[in-house]
């Protein structure tokens, strides 16, 4: 039976009945639809209320060019040691744990610039639930094995593989990139990133593929729920 976006909202609300702050996490490889999800699902749940779900990418991680060019790492920008994996950990332990009625401000990332922006996004006091998207937060190697302990669920965000790499390449040409060197940068870069991405699904909460209803999403077709020892596993 399909899941619908109104039961993904219900899932999200769940985990904020749970404790006093929830962190949900959503991951996938690159053009996915991540973004996209955490944005619907954080406007549907805050509405027309006082807004109580906060939304923090993970890319507000990443290092900058400068220092990626004296790493010597900028011609494979998004790879996983391109990014601080212990910052991001540290905000995510800071963001279960505070509870002393201050703002915390997450470090944002301008897709214009290419460039993480340090305390571009408060998080309230009022902030209940989490909602934190990115391709590593499965990763179980370096600082990225303290990311997964932070948080109370992950969800797998999954589309058809064609439509993805397509989907990536238009993106890469919006900022900025000629369409040879777009295909270039996805198939090159972007796929090894992808293929890394894909080995950590199997350790996700839930696998989200076209979900009924997503306001924005791509179709119709169901989610796979329960993975990591419970409940169905297929492939694809």
């Known amino acids: 039976m399909p899941i619908t976006f109104d039961d993904l909202l219900d899932r999200a609300r769940a ?4 404790r006093p702050r929830a962190i949900l996490g959503i991951t996938g490889s690159p053009g996915a639809g991540k973004s996209t999800l955490a944005e619907q699902l954080v406007r549907a749940l805050n509405g027309d209320g006082p807004p109580w779900v906060a939304h923090v990418p993970m890319d507000g991680f990443h290092l900058a060019d400068v220092e990626l060019e004296r790493l010597g790492r900028r011609d494979r920008k998004g790879a996983p040691d391109t990014f601080d994996a212990a910052g991001y950990a540290a905000l995510l332990r800071r963001l279960r744990e505070e509870d002393d009625g201050e703002v915390v401000y997450a470090p944002g990332f301008e897709r214009v610039l290419e460039q993480p922006l340090a305390g571009a996004i408060p998080v309230p006091p009022a902030a209940r639930l989490v909602v934190t998207e990115g391709n590593y937060l499965l990763l179980e190697t370096g600082a990225w094995a303290r990311v997964r302990p932070q948080l109370d669920e992950v969800w797998f ?7 993805r790499i397509r989907r990536l390449v238009a993106r890469h040409e919006e900022f ?3 369409h040879r060197e777009a295909e270039a940068w996805v198939l090159g870069t972007d796929q090894r990133n992808a293929d890394l991405v894909a080995a ?3 350790r ?3 696998v989200v593929r076209d979900v009924v209803g997503w306001p924005g999403g791509p179709g119709h077709h169901r989610t796979d729920a329960g993975l990591g020892g419970v409940g169905a596993n297929p492939g694809g």
């Open 157 to 163: 965000c999954e589309l058809d593989e064609e439509e």
């Open 176 to 178: 900025g990139k000629g």
């Open 200 to 202: 950590t699904r199997e």
């Open 204 to 206: 996700a909460d839930l």
């Open 15 to 18: 985990l904020a009945d749970r």
